[in-house]
C-alpha cells in the first residue's frame, strides 16, 4: 500500500510542476513537457515501475534481477528523477524571468508570420530550401545502395521469415559513410518534410506542396527501411503536431481516438508481420505491443540498478558522452552494451542483439551512482526548460515551429534511450544549424541594406 501512496503522491506533485513550469498540460495545447510527463514517465516508467514494485510485472527481464532490493531501489530512482526534473523545470523559470502562463498562451494565439516581406526573397528562400531537400533526398539513394539487406523491401516482396535478423543486418551491413546516413538521410530529410509541411499549410501554394510530397516519401522510406516500429510513428506524430501549432488543426475527442486507432492498427500489422499471433499476445499487458511500452521499455533500468556497483564496478569517466572523450582519445564503455552481453550473451555472439534503451537513470546510475541520476535529473530539468522558453520566445516562423515540434518528439525519445547522448547532441546542434542556415542568409539579405540606410541616415 505505501507503494502505491508513493506513485499517487509522485504522480500528482509532478504533474502540478510541470503544469507550473510550463503554462499548462493540456491535450488542445500540447507542449514539450506534455509529451515528456506522457510519453518518459508515466507511460514508459512510472506504470511499469508500479507493476515492478508490487512483484506483479511478470517481466521476463526483471526475472534476471539478482538483488531484490533492486525492485525498491529503482522505483525510488524513477520517482525521484520525475521529481526533481519537475522541481528544475520551476527554479529555472523563476531564475530567468520566465512567465509560463503568460507567453505560452501569448505564443499560442500568435499568428504564423512568414516574416519574408518581398515576393523575391520568398523566391530565394525557396530555392536555398529546396537545394538542402534535394541532397536530402539522395542522401536517402545513397544510404539504400550501400545497405547490404534491406527489411522493408523484404516484406513488400512477401519475404517476412528473417525480418527481426534482417533489421540487424541492415545496421551492421551497411558500407557507406555513416555521416550521410545519420545526418542527411535519417535526420535531415523528416525535419525538411516537416518545414515543407509546415510552409504548405500556411502559405498553401503547389511549390511548397510538391516539395513535402516528395519529402514525406523519402522520410516514410528512411525511416521503415530497416523495419523499426517506432520512428514512423513518431514522424506521423510530428506532422500531427505541426497541424496544430500552425492552426490547421484542433484536438478533439473524435479526432483523438481516430489517431488512436490508425497507430494501433499500424502496431498491430508491424507485429503480425514479425511474427506475433493470437490476441493474448496483443493485450497481454507483460508481453507485446503494451508489455514493450509499459514493461519492457523500463526494466532494463532495474538491471541497470541491480547491477552496477554490485556485480560490475561504476562506469566513472567511460560512461561520459563518446564526443567528450574522443578529445582525450578514450573509447567509451555504454552501460546498455555491458548490459546487453549479461542478459542476452548468446544474441550478442549471434550478432542478433538490438538495443537496450530504457529511461536515462539506467545509464546515468552506471556512471556515478545516485549521484549520477541526480546529476543527470538536474540537467535535463534545465536543458528543457531552456529549451522550452527559446522556442516559446523565438517568432512563429514555419522553421521555428517545425523544429519545436521536432524537439518536442525528439527529446522525450532521446529520454528513454540514455543519457550520454542528451549531454551534447551533435546531431541536434548540426540539424538545428543546416535548417535555421536559409532563413538567417535570406533574412540577413533582407535587413542589411535597410541597416546600412539607416546607419547613414544618422551619421
Same mark, same amino acid.
Do not use: D
Given at each position: 500500500m505505501i507503494w502505491i501512496l508513493v506513485w499517487i503522491l509522485t504522480l500528482i506533485i509532478g504533474v502540478t510542476l510541470l503544469h507550473k513550469s510550463s503554462g499548462g498540460l493540456s491535450f488542445n495545447k500540447p507542449n514539450l513537457h506534455l509529451v515528456i510527463f506522457g510519453y518518459v514517465y508515466l507511460i514508459s516508467s =512510472?506504470? &511499469? %515501475? =508500479? =507493476?515492478i514494485v508490487l512483484e506483479i510485472d511478470r517481466s521476463y527481464i526483471i526475472n534476471k534481477l539478482m538483488f531484490p532490493e533492486s525492485r525498491q531501489l529503482g522505483f525510488l530512482l524513477v520517482c525521484g528523477s520525475f521529481l526533481l526534473f519537475a522541481f $528544475? $523545470? +520551476? *527554479? +529555472? %523559470?523563476?531564475? +530567468? &524571468?520566465f512567465k509560463p502562463d503568460l507567453e505560452f498562451n501569448r505564443y499560442w494565439h500568435a499568428p504564423v508570420n512568414e516574416v519574408f516581406s518581398s515576393e523575391k526573397n520568398k523566391k530565394? /528562400? /525557396?530555392?536555398? /530550401?529546396? &537545394?538542402?531537400s534535394v541532397v536530402s533526398l539522395l542522401s536517402i539513394i545513397y544510404t539504400l545502395l550501400h545497405t547490404s539487406t534491406i527489411p522493408l523491401f523484404s516484406a513488400i516482396l512477401g519475404n517476412t521469415a528473417d525480418l527481426a535478423k534482417g533489421r540487424i543486418d541492415a545496421k551492421e551491413g551497411y558500407t557507406g559513410i555513416v555521416y550521410v546516413k545519420n545526418i542527411l538521410a535519417i535526420g535531415l530529410t523528416p525535419l525538411l518534410s516537416i518545414i515543407s509541411f509546415a510552409y504548405a499549410l500556411k502559405t498553401h501554394r503547389w511549390a511548397w506542396r510538391v516539395l513535402f510530397g516528395f519529402l514525406f516519401v523519402g522520410a516514410m522510406i528512411i525511416q521503415l527501411y530497416n523495419f523499426e516500429k517506432a520512428p514512423a510513428m513518431f514522424y506521423m506524430i510530428m506532422l500531427v503536431l505541426t497541424s496544430i501549432f500552425v492552426g490547421k488543426l484542433k484536438l478533439n475527442l473524435r479526432i483523438v481516438l481516430l489517431f488512436t486507432a490508425i497507430g494501433v492498427a499500424y502496431i498491430v500489422v508491424m507485429y503480425t508481420l514479425l511474427g506475433a499471433t493470437g490476441s493474448s499476445t496483443f493485450l497481454n499487458y507483460s508481453q507485446g505491443p503494451i508489455g514493450r511500452i509499459i514493461l519492457t521499455q523500463i526494466a532494463p533500468m532495474y538491471i541497470f540498478v541491480d547491477r552496477f556497483g554490485e556485480v560490475y564496478p561504476f562506469l566513472h569517466l567511460y560512461g561520459l558522452p563518446e564526443s567528450i572523450l574522443k578529445l582525450y582519445d578514450v573509447d567509451q564503455m555504454r552501460g546498455a552494451r555491458v548490459i546487453m552481453m549479461d542478459l542476452f550473451p548468446d544474441k550478442v555472439q549471434e550478432g542478433t542483439a538490438g538495443v537496450l534503451n530504457t529511461l536515462y537513470v539506467g545509464e546515468a546510475y552506471a556512471t556515478y551512482g545516485v549521484w549520477s541520476v541526480v546529476f543527470a535529473s538536474v540537467y535535463l530539468g534545465v536543458f528543457v526548460q531552456l529549451l522550452y522558453i527559446l522556442f516559446i520566445r523565438l517568432p512563429k516562423h514555419p522553421i521555428f515551429i517545425s523544429l519545436f515540434v521536432y524537439f518536442i518528439i525528439s527529446v522525450p525519445r532521446a529520454m528513454v534511450g540514455g543519457f550520454s547522448d542528451? +549531454?551534447?547532441?551533435? *546531431?541536434?546542434?548540426i540539424l538545428f544549424t543546416m535548417t535555421v542556415l536559409p532563413y538567417a542568409i535570406v533574412r540577413l539579405k533582407e535587413t542589411w541594406p535597410k541597416s546600412i540606410k539607416k546607419m547613414n541616415k544618422s551619421s
Open positions: =512510472l506504470i &511499469g %515501475s =508500479l =507493476l $528544475t $523545470t +520551476v *527554479i +529555472v %523559470s523563476k531564475i +530567468v &524571468g530565394l /528562400f /525557396f530555392r536555398i /530550401f529546396l &537545394g538542402l542528451l +549531454v551534447i547532441n551533435p *546531431i541536434w546542434i
